[in-house]
Nanobody, 123 residues
Framework: QVELVESGGGLVQPGGSLRLSCQVS????????VGWFRQAPGKEREFVAA????????DYADSVKGRFTISKDSIQYRLYLQMGSLTPEDTAVYLCAAQTTRAQELRAGYDYWGQGTQVTVSS
């Protein structure tokens, strides 16, 4: 069964922090890399961060590097995105996804998606 369910979104002030969580099915967790993407109103979906199946490799979009950290819990099959120094430009629906298509890059090849969780950064 393929399942990705996000949680943890909400309203946060500029400069604040937030941690997103994604419950991932065991099938996905054991076999595929997983990542976070986001889509703001009127914009295309963009890559945010990804972590390899083994957890040894990570990749970040330049816009979040140094502010966001991706991690995963191999016991609870959870994917996390720790976000800090948030700005209004980070406002978007955040989606977790599984890299089920082989790709050269960790940020490509995502075919399975969660429903998303809204993050709003505003004072």
């Amino acid at each position: 069964q393929v399942e990705l369910v996000e949680s943890g979104g909400g309203l946060v002030q500029p400069g604040g922090s937030l941690r997103l969580s994604c419950q991932v099915s065991e099938l996905i967790f054991r076999h595929y890399a997983v990542g976070w993407f986001r889509q703001a109103p009127g914009k295309e979906r963009e890559f945010v961060a990804a972590i390899s199946r083994t957890g040894l490799l990570t990749d970040y979009a330049d816009s979040v590097k140094g502010r966001f950290t991706i991690s995963k819990d191999s016991i609870q099959y959870r994917l996390y995105l720790q976000m800090g120094s948030l700005t209004p430009e980070d406002t978007a629906v955040y989606l977790c996804a599984a890299q089920t298509t082989r790709a050269q890059e960790l940020r490509a090849g995502y075919d399975y998606w969660g429903q998303g969780t809204q993050v709003t950064v505003s004072s």
